[in-house]
């Protein structure tokens, strides 16, 4: 094998370098400040744990989706987390069992997934989000939209857009009122996905009903409206209590955010059960962040009812979300130390010389101080 260059990282790996690493921190940290005003308190998971604990908790990720490494001290299979929701799960259903529920978590930290996906290149992505543990219900899924919501504007993201899915929609009408054999389920989901009604109709029959379905996605109201149609015909009001759920979800959500629907989207939502949404902001592919209902297992087979976001602020951050250019302030050998202390108390970032070689101007100062007085520099 060639020898590795200097610098070279693996693929789908990076550095965060300046500005970038800091306004990345800031970023994560205005996220959790915001969560932290609705009583959702902070997590730290383990970086790595057993693959088994990663893969059981949620059925979120499969193994071979991992990038895990033997570990030689316990002789077991390790992974690093792909996701940190699977760990909060971990956590609530252990360390704290006793906790009194709902229990409101959150988190940030880096995740990191053996592939990257089209959208993405890379692998190793920040992640930061809030859980409840303990319900399920729509005023937990008005809750965590809205502080999803609430977090992203507050970092100033504007234009957001919300999409709304019903992840077991489709298994659950095929084992209700649209009977499907389940055989042919993933083979209907696939063109599903790909809003292809045409081949929907050639798999026969007892595929024909969902082809309504495709029409369903789109502007929230005119795709309910649509969503609703189906349920009083083919799907036999089955479908009556998620569209009550899906309104009243939508309903106190701000004017200034889009709504849309897509009630078969299943990407990305492996774990969650009836609700599930993407957020998507303007002028950024593929989404921000995600969300829904799921449930976490626990260890006596029993499971808990949950909900949650996570965001995924990578590309905000490289867009300049978060930096913030504090003003830079040189400061000569020999200056006023106390001077210096007020100027960084009122704001200002100071650079001390170490030696008469520093420059001021290279260093990125745009002022000096002089004396106690403060120059710009030309
Ligand atoms: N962790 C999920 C989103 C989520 C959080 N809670 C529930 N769902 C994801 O990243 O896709």
Known sequence: MDAIAPGLLPEGLADRLPPQAEASARLVREVLDSVARHGYRRVMPALAEFEETLVTRLQSAKAEDLLRAVDPVSQRTLAIRPDMTAQIGRIAATRMAAAPRPLRLCYGGPVMKLRADQLRPERERMQVGAEIIGSDSVPAAVEIVNVAIEALQRAGVQGITIDFTLPDLVTTLAEGPMPVPPHEIERLRARLDAKDAGSLAEMGVSAAPYQ?????????HPAMTRLEAIDAGCANGALASRIAALRAIAKP???????????????????????????????????????????????????????????????????????????????????DAGRAAELRAEGWVTIAALSRADDAGALGCEAMLDGKEITPLG
């Open 212 to 220: 309504a379905l495709i029409e369903a996605t789109g502007p929230f």
């Open 253 to 335: 959500i701000g004017w200034d955010i889009t709504l849309t629907l897509d009630p078969t989207e299943r990407h990305g939502f492996e774990y969650q059960s009836w609700f599930g949404f993407s957020i998507f902001a303007e002028g950024f592919i593929g989404e921000i962040g995600r969300g829904g209902a799921y449930q976490v297992a626990r260890a006596d087979g029993t499971s808990e009812a949950a909900m949650g976001f996570s965001l995924y602020p990578d590309p905000l951050i490289d867009a300049g979300f978060g930096s913030e250019s504090g003003k830079r302030l040189f400061l000569p050998l020999g200056h």
